[in-house]
């Protein structure tokens, strides 16, 4: 059987945790590295429907993206998803910034699925690569961009703008990106993909001439959950590794 520390290292070299921006909490963040380990829960963020999930699975180990304690914490509720984690003898490892910025991490996983070619990195942030830009095998125009973006990472709805509608080299930030337009418009994007973004960014696209498509976080970031799982059940062929089926954000769309 494997331990913990085992899966954690592999995981620093997928996306070493040194890398995570500054701000961010990464690592083991619930749990002992020398527990033993034969089911793995991956999810998106960590809540109290994974948590159940994970023990009605017999999984005594969570990776998500999104840290499960990101802020300090001055108290710990009895029937806090922290609590429950604890109580349930369930350990976290928490890939946040440093699986954005990673090769293979949620960034090229977004570029890959909407068939991006000829990578370079979007931007430079504590000397990490933030977004990637890329071009599309055919132009397309704006409406078209946004069907074929909906489409590929299964969006049940998106926003997006026509500014221009010859879309053929395209930006993609997953999660909070919206603050890298100007980064966008110096790499000469027709087209930037996006998890969120501010009114005040999206006039500043629409001076610059880029056609947004923002997907939602959720949708912009889910895309390497699955592709981390493969990784990990190639090198850990002992070990079950499963992706959460009862997370979503929750958000529909009429």
């Known amino acids: 059987m494997n331990k ?61 993206h999104h840290p499960i304690i990101f802020r300090p914490l001055k108290n710990i509720k009895l029937n806090s998803v922290t609590a429950t984690l604890i109580k349930s003898d369930i350990s976290a490892i928490c890939a946040h910034t440093n699986l954005d910025v990673s090769e293979k991490g949620v960034n090229f996983q977004l570029a890959k699925k909407i068939n991006l070619s000829k990578l370079s990195s979007l931007a430079s942030e504590e000397n990490n690569s933030i977004g990637l830009v890329g071009y599309l095998e055919n132009e397309m125009n704006a409406k078209e961009f946004a069907s074929m973006v909906k489409e590929k990472l299964d969006c049940n709805g998106v926003r997006y703008t026509a500014v221009n509608n010859k879309i053929k080299k395209v930006a993609v930030c997953s999660g909070s990106g919206g603050g890298f337009i100007e980064s966008a418009h110096e790499k000469s994007a027709d087209g930037f993909v996006i998890g969120e973004i501010k009114h005040s960014d999206i006039l500043k696209a629409n001076e610059s001439g880029i056609t947004i498509v923002d997907v939602g976080h ?37």
Request: proline share 2%; aromatic share 14%.
């Open 4 to 64: 913990i520390y085992e899966i954690y290292d592999y995981m620093n070299k997928i996306a070493p945790f040194n890398t995570a921006l500054s701000f961010d909490n990464v690592g083991l963040l619930v749990g002992n590295y020398d527990l033993y380990v034969s089911k793995v829960l991956l999810s998106l963020d960590i809540t109290k429907s994974v948590c159940d999930e994970a023990l009605k699975l017999g999984a005594n180990l969570i990776i998500s």
């Open 218 to 254: 959720y949708k912009s970031e889910n895309v390497v959950i699955e592709p981390l799982k493969n990784m990990l059940s190639e090198k850990f062929t002992d070990i079950e590794f499963f992706t959460s089926q009862t997370f979503s954000d929750g958000v529909n769309y009429l």
